[in-house]
Structures are given as C-alpha cells and as structure tokens.
C-alpha cells in the first residue's frame, strides 16, 4: 500500500520555490515532538545501555563503530542514523540506502567513511528504534516539511536521464552540540538541497544565525557551471570548492543541470545585505532551510565585541577549508549590547546541552547509494 503525501508545491519554478522556503522556523505539532522525543530517548538509551560500547569492543565491528562511539562508549559529535530513499518513506517497504564506490565524494574522505552507512547503528538496536525513525520521517514530511519534500522530489525529476537521480534523506543524531563554536558554515557535501534542524528544547531557544549567500566559489574539479571563483588564492591559483553542487564526475555533475540553473536564479533574488540574522525557535523548534543560499552558524554565546566582526565572522567554511567571501561592515540582529560576563539565557532552551536531530534532504546521482536493508511496515 502507498502512503503518499499531499504535494503542495504550487505551479511555479523550483527557484521560486527555493527563495520562499531559504529559511524557515516552524511550528511543530505535538504529535511530531511526540515522536522527536521517542527518537532521541532511544538513540540516548542505545549508548548508555552500553550496547554501543560492546560493539565497539567486537573486533567484527570495530571499524564500523569508530565511527558512532567514542572509547568511553559516548556518542561521537554526530551520528548518522540512517541515509533512505525519499520516496519509500511513503511506501510499505522504506529502503535504507549505503553509500557505494560510484560515489565521488568518497575519494578524500569529505563525505563520511562509507562503512558507516552499511552498518547504520538503528540496524544494530532493537527494532522498536527503526519503527520510530520511520515513523518520526514520515510525520516531518507529510506536515512541517511536506513542501521540501515535494520540491526535492521535483527537482531529482528535473533531471533529463529518466531515473538517473534519487532524492534521499539522511538523518544525524547531536546529542551535545558545543555552544562555544560560532562558525559560519554549510553543511553540504555537494548533494544537500535543504537542512533541517530539530532541537529538544522544552524552552523557546535562539536559533541559527545565518546570512545570505551571494558569493558561491568555483569547483575544484573545473566544472564552475555558470559561477565563476570569488578571488584568486595565495599561490596566484584560483580559490576551489571541494564537492559543490555544480561539480562534474564522470561526466554529470553532482546536481541536475536544470536544478543547477534554478539554483543560481534563486541566488539573484536574494536580499542585498550584510546582516547576520538569527532564527528564535519555540519549544521543539524546528528550523529548516537551503543549504547553498545561506551560511549558518551556532549562536555566539557570549558578550559580542565589535572585534567578533573580523574574528569570527570573516571567514566562512566547509569540506573543512576556510574561505574570505564575506563583504565587510556586517551587521548582527543579535544584540553586542550584553554585559560583561553575560550569556544568552535562551541558548539552550530550558535544556543542559543543545541536542537536536538534523536531516539533510539531498538530490543525488542514482548509483551513489544502493539498499541496505528494507524496513517492512507491519
């Protein structure tokens, strides 16, 4: 049986639909923090039962599982929970997906030892953990982000080799997300279309700051599609992007060429500015938005000096390199006017850390990423 969801996109072009949802704070449903929370405590309780640990320690998986625990048996900066294919979300068969030798990215290591997604930690729990993921995707994208779904199911469409492209989802676990690094940055690693992030946070919290992305940088594999390199490096070379978008490998590049285009027609309308905006989050907040039309960072938790301006907020990175793109004379819509010592109360939100699950909802080539088990509904 197919479950479906409600395509809401309205009849326009993908890079409309790109700048009316660049960012976004939502409201989430209870029922949708119902099942946050059912996620979260199971990914808690699959570390301090220790069965994370004991993986760790078999010599079987140990390769595998240096990738989701520490020592200590704590759970590294993020876990990937899981990578599946969109559309089976809304299926009764839901296909989670490993990343294959196909898939450029892997060569430097910039998109995640691969051995990670053919032993996803869920498949080692209980199968109660799987259901909750499921169940958690598909209330998220037939609710709160079931116009990103859409508009990621249009623009895997949009390519003109019929099923050559997959629209996936993959899911990180942030059980202590550090509140003292303050870098603007992308997540993406050359697929992502749009970010999410979800926060347990019983209190409203301050979101993400982000500015706008007017300034995309050339690729280091030479496709630079219609972009051309903001500056020229210290070595009188060009200054690349490892994995962007617009990145060419055996002769595709990693998007669509007509999600390419509408990428760069959306980029165009973005607002003129040099402010550093903030998203505020109610309880649960859940914030989503276009990975390659914004830069993001954790709020700066302390007093803002003016000098935070050319520290912190000059360079920009991602695939782990630093960039200078940023005009000067920023803006912040977040107060320097705190007092010695103070923080922002609300950085938290009610809560000890700052834990969150995040989704990347991506465009791939079709042969990056094969099954690795399917989850039957019952």
Known sequence: MTLGF????????????LVDHVIESHQSTD???????DLTAGMGM??????????LKSSETEAVWKNYVTDKGEPIANVRIATIDLNSIFERQVLFLKQTSSDPRAQDGSSGNRAGSESPPILRFYPHLIGW?????????TTELAPLAAIAKAAADSSNDAGSRRAIISLDYYSDRSTTTSVLHKDTTGITLFVALHYINPEPMLGPEYIFDKWPIGSTEGAKHNFSPYDKGSNGGEDVRFHAPWTKSRGHYYWPRKLLEELEEARAQ???????????LSPYGLVSFVDELIYHATPLNRTRLESDKDKLFRDVTFSSRKYKVLPQGLTRTVSMKLKQGETLTSLTGGSTKRCFIRLWISVCDASWYNPVYTYTRG
């Open 31 to 37: 029922e949708t923090n119902k099942r946050l929370r």
């Open 270 to 280: 973005l607002p003129d500015d040099s402010t550093l905006h903030h998203v505020d």
């Open 133 to 141: 993921v499921v169940q958690y995707l598909e209330r998220l994208l």
């Open 6 to 17: 409600t395509d809401q996109r309205v009849a326009m072009s993908i890079a409309d639909d």
């Open 46 to 55: 699959f570390f301090a039962s220790g069965t994370a640990k004991r993986l």
